[in-house]
Every structure is written in structure tokens, then in C-alpha cells.
């Protein structure tokens, strides 16, 4: 998980919008028009990278269908000293 938190979050191209949702997410679960609104992207591109995260598993969808909040995954809460580096490493502008 180590590595794949480094290579989400801080190594890839999306790593600083990916940064901005892991944070608000561990602040407080939301769905993905809270999460758009909250940090200011459009819907797409915060399903995109919510969609990353995912495949990734740094988050996990709670709920049944439309309306879901994210939060992160037990791998990530585990991995809780990583992610404070990782998050304290990228700069998101």
C-alpha cells in the first residue's frame, strides 16, 4: 500500500487533485457533488480521479447507488503514517 499511496497521490500526473480529495475525505466523507463543490472541479474530473483512487484502493464507496460518500479504506487507515508523508510532501498549488 506504501507504494501505491507514493505513486497515487505524489508520483502521477493527477497526484495533486488526488491529494486535494484524499484530504477532504478523511476531513469528512462526502459524495462526489459534495466533494466537486467543496474543492471546486467539475463533477468529471472529480469522478475521474475519485475513479483512480478506487482502482487503487485508497477509497471505497459507502451506500447503494446514487448519493455513495467515500471514504477511505481500511488498507489506507492502516497505512496511516504513509499517507501523513505523502500528504505532507505534495504540493497542490
Given at each position: 500500500m506504501e507504494g501505491v499511496l507514493w505513486y497515487v497521490?505524489?508520483?502521477?500526473?493527477?497526484?495533486?487533485?488526488?491529494?486535494?480529495?484524499?484530504?477532504?475525505?478523511?476531513e469528512q466523507p462526502r459524495n462526489a457533488n459534495q466533494l466537486a463543490e467543496t474543492l471546486e472541479y467539475d463533477y468529471t474530473t472529480i469522478r475521474h480521479h475519485l475513479d483512480v483512487l478506487m482502482d487503487n484502493n485508497v477509497v471505497r464507496r459507502a451506500g447503494d447507488?446514487?448519493?455513495?460518500?467515500?471514504?477511505?479504506?481500511?488498507q489506507v487507515k492502516?497505512?496511516?503514517?504513509?499517507l501523513e508523508?505523502?500528504?505532507?510532501?505534495v504540493?497542490?498549488?
Open positions: 497521490l505524489a508520483s502521477s500526473r493527477g497526484g495533486p487533485t488526488r491529494t486535494q480529495l484524499v484530504r477532504a475525505i478523511d447507488g446514487y448519493g455513495d460518500v467515500y471514504l477511505l479504506t481500511e492502516a497505512n496511516r503514517e504513509t508523508e505523502v500528504l505532507d510532501t504540493d497542490v498549488g
